[in-house]
Antibody, heavy 121, light 107 residues
């Protein structure tokens, strides 16, 4: 069974940093591209970052470019989101989501349960 | 960046109603579009991918159509479990943009 479990959320001051983790299981981790999606309280979904299975390709939304980085560790079956220079508008539930492996498509077939990041003084 | 315009933002309907949600892309995305359902406090769940393919396990009352820039999600007969928020998402470009959502509520 595919499972994605996020962790690392919490309360951080503006300008601070936080590292989110997403532990994956139930599939061959290196076969799938992974994404981070966030949802501010009461708002819609915002895609923020993608990393390919080999880590060779990374994309970021303009709203986080230059502040967030994405990495993955195949030995730990985990993907990470390093968030720096955090702002109040980064407050959201952060989800990791998987793209199907070995498929000419890129929708998100599995999602984690999310982890809440609150940026406030 | 490709913008996704979803309409309507909210929709009031009754059980048994046929419901249609529309998503328009700011440029041609072929058939690279998915529809998700989200309930409060839960992660989104994919219903339709590649514009018209029903995800395994999703009830057949859900269907998707369209290509290029115009897409629709149809629920043929609304059930109590279907009251939720629905999002479209394009994945034609590097940025996997979502629409702003349509909340389907009880009339």
């Amino acid at each position: 069974e595919v499972q994605l479990v996020e962790s690392g959320g919490g309360l951080v001051q503006p300008g601070g940093s936080l590292r989110l983790s997403c532990a994956a299981s139930g599939f061959t981790f290196s076969d799938s591209g992974m994404n981070w999606v966030r949802q501010a309280p009461g708002k819609g979904l915002e895609w923020i970052s993608y990393i390919s299975g080999s880590s060779s390709t990374k994309y970021f939304a303009d709203s986080v470019k230059g502040r967030f980085t994405i990495t993955r560790d195949s030995a730990k079956n985990s993907v990470y989101l390093e968030m720096n220079s955090l702002r109040a508008e980064d407050t959201a539930v952060y989800y990791c989501a998987r793209e199907p492996a070995w498929a000419a498509t890129a929708y998100f077939d599995y999602w984690g349960q999310g982890t809440l990041v609150t940026v406030s003084s | 960046d490709i913008q996704m315009t979803q309409s309507p933002p909210t929709l009031s309907a009754s059980e048994g109603d046929r419901v249609t949600i529309t998503c328009r892309a700011s440029q041609n995305i072929g058939r690279w579009l998915a529809w998700y359902q989200q309930k409060p406090g839960k992660a989104p769940k994919v219903l339709i991918y590649d514009a018209s393919y029903l995800k395994s396990g999703v009830p057949s009352r859900f269907s998707g159509s369209g290509s290029g820039t115009e897409f629709t999600l149809t629920i043929s007969s609304l059930q109590p479990d279907d009251f939720a928020t629905y999002y479209c998402q394009q994945y034609n470009s590097y940025s996997r943009t979502f629409g702003r959502g349509t909340k389907v509520q009880i009339k």
